[in-house]
């Protein structure tokens, strides 16, 4: 009797951390839609692009804005009611959406679609190694952070030196270390479902949560293969 309980219970439990999942993949998803299609409408807007790229201020300001949002977000997202947290994250989504139009005048428009189907394999292949595998990756996630603090200020030094060589090996430890989270923040977000709470506005934010954290591991992996892979114009 005490076996078959708690057989039921180890069910109930992957269960409802599968639907848990899927409503993570499903905000992740539309938030990646929403970025596709401002950045696509914007790009062929050339009265938009005037706008956004005509003064060298606005995309400064947008990615200040960008920065400031996605760490308000990330950190008050629980404190905010569930259709804040949506809207701020759709709204983060969009703004990334403009400033990702200016892909559109450096690369061209098969690369950019072949290089998100890489993408799109690569995350899924290891988001679903981190949802299914039985080991821990708890040990990757303070290598994985030091490698993208490392990344993030070779990147600023390389600002100065220009150096193609640094450009390319940031690029390759970039896509390494956003292979390594997206395994990674797959299983954290999987064990951090409060059971439980299905249905209520915690579980939503919990999802839109898991849901950025997924959705900025895609883009970053996507613009580090779009240096790799992407045509210029």
Avoid: C
């Amino acid at each position: 009797m005490d076996s078959s309980y708690r057989t039921m219970s180890v069910d109930a439990t992957a269960a409802e951390q599968q639907r848990f999942m899927v409503r993570v993949y499903n905000w992740m998803t539309a938030g990646l839609a929403i970025t596709g299609f401002m950045a696509f409408y914007i790009s062929n807007s050339p009265a938009m692009m005037n706008i956004i790229f005509g003064n060298p201020i606005m995309p400064i300001v947008l990615i200040i804005a960008q920065i400031g949002l996605v760490f308000w977000l990330a950190s008050r997202v629980m404190q905010m009611s569930a259709s804040q947290a949506t809207g701020v994250f759709m709204l983060y989504a969009g703004l990334t959406g403009v400033t990702f139009s200016a892909i559109f005048m450096a690369y061209t428009t098969a690369s950019i679609f072949s290089t998100f189907l890489v993408t799109a394999g690569t995350f899924g292949a290891m988001s679903l190694y981190g949802y299914t595998t039985k080991k821990d990756l708890t040990s990757w996630g303070s290598f994985l952070f030091m490698g993208l603090i490392g990344i993030i200020i070779a990147s600023l030094v390389n600002i100065f030196m220009q150096s193609s060589m640094m450009h390319m090996i940031i690029t390759y430890a970039g896509v390494l270390i956003f292979v390594g989270l997206t395994a990674y923040d797959t299983q954290k977000i999987k064990e951090m479902n409060i059971l439980g709470n299905e249905g209520t506005d915690e579980d939503t934010k919990e999802a839109i949560r898991g849901a950025l954290t997924l959705y900025l591991d895609f883009i970053n992996l996507f613009l580090m293969l779009l240096r790799l892979m992407g045509d210029r114009r």
